[in-house]
């Protein structure tokens, strides 16, 4: 008896069959299809938070400048980048400055990637011209990819 069962063994050719890989493949097809939008939309609310806190730090700095400049006239015309960086050496080199009203105001902007952003219209928003309504406003805001209404292109819509 022990000597059939050990033939039978022998003979036997052992392995998955078809039917049961296309299973396990079906099965791992639909767990990626539930994995992958989730992971991407994690993903681009990491953006737009790294964003927001780009320009949120900025903030103090640009304000620093203001109070900071030469001959102290509280002017934000010659603000940039760099001159952000001298006031807070930690403001990120991502964040993009424009002056607005002749030095009267400015807009702070991150685009960590497309349609993910922040900005932040500051100084004297009353002499800002704008071009789109929706897009000066006075806090940091949520990007709108399709749209004008965040990121750099939210600053160049001002003027």
């Known amino acids: 008896m022990i000597s059939k069962i050990q033939t039978r ?56 400048w203001y109070q900071d400049t030469a001959g102290g006239n509280s002017t934000y015309t010659a603000l940039n980048n760099a001159n952000l960086a001298k006031e807070a050496p930690g403001v990120s080199p991502k964040v993009n400055v424009k002056v607005l009203g002749s030095g009267a105001a400015y807009c702070l902007s991150d685009d960590e990637a497309v349609g993910h952003g922040a900005y932040y219209v500051g100084g004297d928003s009353t002499k800002i011209t704008q071009s789109s309504p929706a ?25």
């Open 135 to 159: 897009a000066a406003v006075a806090t940091v805001t949520k990007v709108n990819g399709t749209s004008a209404t965040g990121g750099a292109d939210a600053c160049n819509a001002l003027s």
């Open 9 to 64: 063994l022998a003979r036997e050719e052992s392995g998955f069959t078809l039917i049961e890989l296309l299973v396990v493949i079906v099965i791992l097809g639909i767990l990626v299809a539930i994995a992958v939008p989730s992971y991407l939309s994690f993903r681009g609310n990491a953006q737009d938070a790294a964003a927001q806190s780009n320009v949120r730090s900025a903030i103090p700095a640009a304000e620093a």
